[in-house]
């Protein structure tokens, strides 16, 4: 072993020692009643990387005990308070990216610098969030009569229970606990089995800025229905809060139902790219490949099924092979690496399957097609097929890998209805240099976001969800925090 590589390998041990690996419950960092735990693995090796408590039944209502009894008073700080939190977290984010990011990269697979890019996001939310926790209003008006008055405020929506998905293992945290903070709710935050220890080191960064005991509870577990099936069933709990698959959203939907839980799903994409024959190809080729791309093609937003007019499609597909086939795979801690592995062996069985299934109907493989052999890890290389017939099923199912399929069509009408054929409806993406056409498009696209020439639209300051089987709310923008909100009314005689 080389200096550096002996130096890197000690770097990366310190910063995953340097993680609190325990359950957090009411201020405390305790392991798993049952003394259960469970290997997190580093998915460019398949190596183990450590192990964090599996927490169960009984740890659950530990936590539901100290999100319970942390409400009433978290609810009665001051906002500014709360804000200066936020704010507080969103600075120590800052100072330790480097860390975070290479903590992220371990557990993930992402490349470093995309890491980074996810932490700076991340600690945005915090950033906003900690500027709308002084902006909760409320309303006053003569009731029509004139008799009374009609007083409005908002309040906590109470304890909630936040589930996080492995893709981004920190945005997609920050996202639900800044408004969570800011709005005075206290939570119990569950993070994918895949990726416990960026959320245990945001935890403990909040617990750094001053975050109250009690606030936030982190269970990390293997064991999922385990932990939330008693929390859905506990009427202490108030709100759920869930990014993942639609077909575990559905399920958690119906659990909710008992308690008439507010929910807030950020649910699975199958998202349409739409290049028209009047759009820019550089821009068009340049934002596929960032909605592709982006996060190993692991993200909700990923461009699922590229629409190209069939006057571009030739030189379309050409660019878009030539500029994915040249990135560098590699595990995410190489310098030069731009496409880690995919998240574990399910993730790169189902890419393999979907590509395999799409090459049988009758697609053509323009560069990649068979996953990375001889090294360890779950490696797939960028993949683009050409001429993909309508029943592959990677048109319908989210393919969360490098691989873009290519259609053509020949009018708008045609593209709208394909984009628009599926049970999904996060967010689309149309390259145009016609603005009337744009505008179009995004009046009769069925979809609750909309790239127009651009390739990524996630912002930490725009309303951030889908329509149909992608969810229900929005996280994220001005109305990110009403999710954890109550309206109360009162009707005041005078
Ligand atoms: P997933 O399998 O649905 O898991 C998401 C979370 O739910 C994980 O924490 C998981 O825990 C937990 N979970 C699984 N079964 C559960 C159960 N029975 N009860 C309670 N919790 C349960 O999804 P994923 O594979 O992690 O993430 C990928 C999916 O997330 C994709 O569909 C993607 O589109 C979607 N996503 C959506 C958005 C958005 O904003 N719309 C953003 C990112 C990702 P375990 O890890 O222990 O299984």
Redesign the pocket.
Known sequence: MSDSTDMSAKREQLVVERVPKGLLIGGRWRPAKDGREYEVEDPSTAQPLCAVPDAGAEDARAAMDAAAAAQAGWAATAPRERGEILRRAYELIVERQNDLALLMTLEMGKPVAESRGEILYAAEFFRWFAEEAVRVDGGWATAPDGNGRIWVMRQPVGPALL??????PMA?GTRKIGPAVAAGCTMIV?????TPLSMLALAEILGNAGLPDGVLNVLT??R??EV?TPLLEDPRLRKLS????????Q??IGQSAAGVLRTSM????NAPLIVCADADLEKAVEGAAIAKMRNIGE??TAANRMYVHQDLAEAFTGRLAEKLGSMVVGRGTEPDAQVGPLIDSAGLGKVDRLVRDAVGVGARVVTGGEPLSGRPGYFYPPTVLADVPADAAMLRE?I?GPVAPVVTFTDDDEAIRLANDTVFG?VSYVFTESLRRGIRYAERLETGMLGLNKGVVSTPAAP?G?VKQ??IGREGGFVGIDEYLEIKYVAVDV
């Not at 589930?163 to 981004?168: G, H, Q, S, V």
């Not at 569950?190 to 895949?194: C, E, I, S, V």
């Not at 950020?266 to 994409?269: A, P, S, W």
Request: charged share 10%; hydrophobic share 30%; glycine share 20%.
């Open positions: 589930i996080t998905p492995w893709n981004f997609m569950k993070p994918a089995h895949q577990t293997s999922p229905g939330s869930f990014t993942g698959s639609t077909g575990v959203g399920k958690l950020e649910l699975g994409g993200a909700c989210e969360f996060l951030f889908g992608s969810g």
